[in-house]
């Protein structure tokens, strides 16, 4: 795997199993500066994270299929990767509350439909507060 240089621009990965959603998304983040991996789904992000992607946040739905939703790899990004923070999005306002009762390292909660600015202003927010 290529070494990141430090003044690279910011990678997000996007996890969402919906793909047209997970397209747009992706493609507005790269349209706003930011270098973008895609997941499918949690357990997609795992196996991208366990292998050595050196991702700077996270941006996640938290209603997927499989054994771990979104607040789930939130949790286990908690352990596996402290440090980067994560950004969770779903149409369930009560799968919000709930995550945001669980999950410490996330940053910022956004109810869907999200405004794509909106989504760009939290990530730069998240980053900023990293750094």
Known sequence: MPEQ????EPLVLVVEDEVLIRMAAADH???CGFR???A???AEAQELILS???VDLVFSDITMPGALDGAGLALWLGVHAPDVPVILTSGVTSSL?????ACNNVH???PKPYDYDGVVAHIRSA???RA
Not at 5 to 8: E, G, M, S
Not at 97 to 101: D, L, P, W, Y
């Open 5 to 8: 240089h430090p003044d690279a």
């Open 29 to 31: 983040l790269r349209h």
């Open 36 to 38: 973008v991996a895609e």
């Open 40 to 42: 499918g789904s949690s």
């Open 52 to 54: 050595g992607l050196k």
């Open 97 to 101: 509350e709930a995550a945001r009762q």
């Open 108 to 110: 910022a909660l956004m």
């Open 127 to 129: 980053l900023s507060a």
